[in-house]
């Protein structure tokens, strides 16, 4: 198991903020892909916070748009809004939405409807390519959005066109909203199907941050091929009872005893 | 129309270096000249609507205006979702260009027939919808869709239609075109089901009946103005659409009618809420459905004989 540094507890500190203050939000979903997050924003990612519409910025689209609790504390902390709107999510009137929408400073796609993202993507790299601009394409995908039948559509066409300057991330938590994601709709041995797709493929702990930093630093795998990061991750990481617990996918009323709880979990790791 | 359509593909590419071409798998040599022109903006994509919609989003957000073509099942059905969020939501400027709208592919059966298209694409938000009545009217679109804010659903007919726009200048999202006048009955249209209603037109002015024809190349948004004030000037106003009676421009018509206040008697014809039976030609089926020329007037004199 990996163990969280000081900064991953804060941005989960975060996340349990923004469940309180608006009183609900995705949570095992959030909690998996921070590390993905925070290495991309903090050491890859060219964006500009104070301009986020920079033409030559790369793009990042959380194509599981329900994690976005896990994006919005990333943007905050960078600075594309003020850390406060974290805590009117889901409110009347909030900036913030139980899923990302493009009038969100640095949030460059609208999602939520599963299998969007990665098509969207391709098109935001070919324009790239075409544009002769260096941005690079991020896309987060969840290990359950990959039932979608789009996503394998985008695949293909990404191979054909050799997208070398998209990173299409798996943020594999192993778990979908019913259960067990090899019970609910088994995906088989993932390296082997991006590969067979015509990705260049590697595997990595998504907790891991060191391990996160090493394979961004080796993009583009193959100059002539999407590359395609499984992340290997736990659903609710980081806070023990939330962890691989399917209840733990969706809170709709999230109490302030239940953020004390996951506060209190969050300090004795 | 469907040919016009995309040699105007072609040259808006000339025109602005914004314009990329989509397709999915259209037959052997389509835009063949713009390909060997314009390789790096044309391309053909397989049998994969949610991909192509997606990435022509993605494209939009970028800067280009991609022009999709495909059949107007797949390109509507097949992919709801992704015009609903990658295009409509986004609000990007996406030309969807809709081949065989209605019953253009007859002998081909029900998975082929476009008869809700049109309701489903005007029910998402900021979708322009429209329907040229001829290849002249199709030109004049294409030429001033470049610039149209957000994504727009072409419908296109099967082609050789006659020819009833030919001598309307330019063309203007939203704006309806009378064909003819008439105090009578106003015969409402869009579409290549334009010519069909004028033909009606003439054969009702030759059993006397004054019959106007309103044409609305733009099924939304609707020509509020010109149906109202067509409403205002006849007894009767009629709709004639190869589409389901539900959600396209009759009902379109009547939403407007009844929002304005307007009480007037508005006969909805169409397609009935059915699958197409049988094969046969485009003629055929809208036959059976009581939508040729002789069978629209017939049905509007009965109305006008029962109102009178």
Known sequence: ?269 | MRQQALDMVHELARRDSRVVFIGSDLGPGVLEAMRQEFPDRFFMEGVSEANIIGMAAGLAMDGYIPYVNTIATFLTRRCYEQLAIDLCLHNLPVRLISNGGGMVYAPLGPTHLATEDLAIVRALPNMSVVAPADETEMIRMMGASLDLPGPLYIRVGKGNEPVVTGHIPGFTFGKAVELRSGRDVVLISTGAQTGQTLKAADLLAETGVDAGLLHLPTVKPLDRDAVLSAAVGTALLVSVEEHTLIGGLGSAVADLLADAGVLKPLLRLGLPDAYPTGYGSQEYLLGQAGLLPAQIAAQVQERLAILS
Request: hydrophobic content about 40%; overall charge neutral; some cysteine.
């Open chain 1, 1 to 269: 198991m990996t163990a969280l540094d000081e900064r991953s507890r804060y941005l989960r500190g975060l996340i349990i903020d923004a469940l309180e203050g608006g009183g609900r939000g995705h949570v095992g979903s959030a909690l998996s892909l921070v590390e993905i997050v925070r290495i991309l924003y903090d050491e890859v990612l060219r964006v500009r916070p104070d301009e986020p519409q920079w033409p030559d910025r790369d793009r990042f689209i959380l194509s599981k748009g329900h994690g976005c609790l896990g994006l919005y504390v990333m943007l905050a902390d960078k600075g594309f809004f003020p850390r406060e709107e974290l805590l009117r999510q889901c409110k009347a009137g909030a900036l913030l939405g139980g899923h990302p929408e493009t009038h969100i400073p640095g949030v460059e796609a609208s999602t939520g409807a599963l299998g969007h993202g990665l098509n969207i993507g391709i098109g935001m790299a070919l324009a790239a390519r075409m544009q002769k601009r260096p941005s690079r394409v991020f896309v987060v995908l969840g290990d359950g959005e990959l039932n979608e039948g789009s996503v394998w559509e985008g695949l293909m066409c990404a191979a054909k066109h050799k997208l070398s300057n998209l990173v299409v991330m798996v943020d594999s938590n192993k778990m979908q909203s019913y259960g067990r994601v090899e019970e609910v709709m088994d995906l088989g041995p993932l390296p082997v199907k991006f590969a067979a797709f015509g990705c260049a493929v590697r595997e990595v702990d998504g907790h891991d941050v060191q391990a996160l930093r090493d394979v961004f630093a080796g993009l583009p795998v193959d100059g002539e091929k999407p590359t395609a990061i499984i992340c290997h991750t736990v659903k609710g990481k980081g806070i023990s009872f939330c962890e691989n617990d399917a209840t733990w996918h969706h809170k709709a009323s999230f109490k302030a005893e239940l953020a004390a709880k996951m506060r209190a979990a969050l300090e004795t790791i």
